[in-house]
């Protein structure tokens, strides 16, 4: 039979309004529903058309958090007498086993071996995510040296990575920092520099500070035209007004109208350019990213059953990789920052870890984020404190990226 738990829902996901809490019934599937309960004035009794809450729905919620916050901090399946000694429950160690077999028969926990403890299955997990976790804000020194260390970056590169150590420092797992994605960012500054000779370098500067650089060799040009100073600057001119407030990706159809409108013996040079930045922000260009902490995952602390391997390899296939973090930041309801456990993930090599992800930067105009940042972890992670941690380093990141 299904297992009925009364939830008072966590700042992060929900506000209650006076006298109503969530009813939860967990089946034997594992599968989760709820539904909103007002409570009867002045009686303090809950009454929903399927039945009561009662005292122990919010106690079974309450040893599950329980064994997620034991097990990870300890590593260790967590036995009815150690949640009793470490937690003010208020009932008897036979009643907590009774709780514990409840949660296992709806596929909450499960129990590793034969005599020993408790441990929470990915179901258990998201249900801790989803219901119970309560993310923790930062200490003031730590939003301190966040702010400090981002700002004293020199350039993009360096702001990624110092971004990406602050993550996997925090965490202890691995951290995921993807460049600004160029076709949903601005440009900010396009340059033509003469190099000599009958070469430019093309630099592309968006608005996130990425740049692109290019060397192109200049066309013959016909007729009396001069490739001067004045004449490369006037067609720099032009490029940069055609540009302005688009994305980069509809900069060649701006840049053709500049082409059809200059000299005619300018336009070949201007559709050289414009194809130029075509190839600056192309595919190849959106598969940057920056992987710190890898070593995290060899901390003794750090366990996978199928070994390690597996999820090095699942890290090196970076476009799949990128692929799964642009999912996640842009599924409708994920809130600020998204949680995929275990099976979830859907990549085979991250079976039995969970990627904490959020988004960073500018909005683009359909909403989304222009780049995303993330963790990388075991299935059993601090997950309230890596969501912190995560969205913090956004944040800042967001700040101190050019706007």
Known sequence: MPVHLRVVAGPRKMALAPGECQHVTIHRTGHV????????????????AEGRATVSEDRRLEVLRAIVEDYVATQEPVGSR????????????????NDMAALEEAGLIAQPHTSAGRIPTDKGYRLFVDRLAQVRPLSSPQKRAIET???????????LARAGRLVAQLTGQVAVVQYPSLRRSGLRHLELVPVGGDRLLVVVIADTGRVEQRFVEVPDLQGDVVLDDVTLGDLRTRLNIAAAGRHLADLPAAFAGVAEHVDPALGPLARLIAGTVVDAIGERSEERIVLAGTANLARSTIRFEQGL?????????QVVLLGLLTEMAGEPGAGPVAVRIGSEVGLEGLSEASVVTTGYGPAADDGGPVATLSSIGPTRMDYPATMAAVRAVARYLSRVLPS
């Open 309 to 317: 391997r597996p999820v090095l390899e699942a890290l090196e296939e």
């Open 149 to 159: 260390l981002l700002s004293q970056g020199i350039d993009l590169d360096d702001v």
């Open 82 to 97: 150690v949640l009793t000694e470490r937690h003010r429950l208020g009932v008897s160690p036979a009643t907590i086993r």
């Open 33 to 48: 529903t709820s539904a909103m309960r007002q409570t009867a004035p002045g009686t303090g009794a809950t009454e929903t």
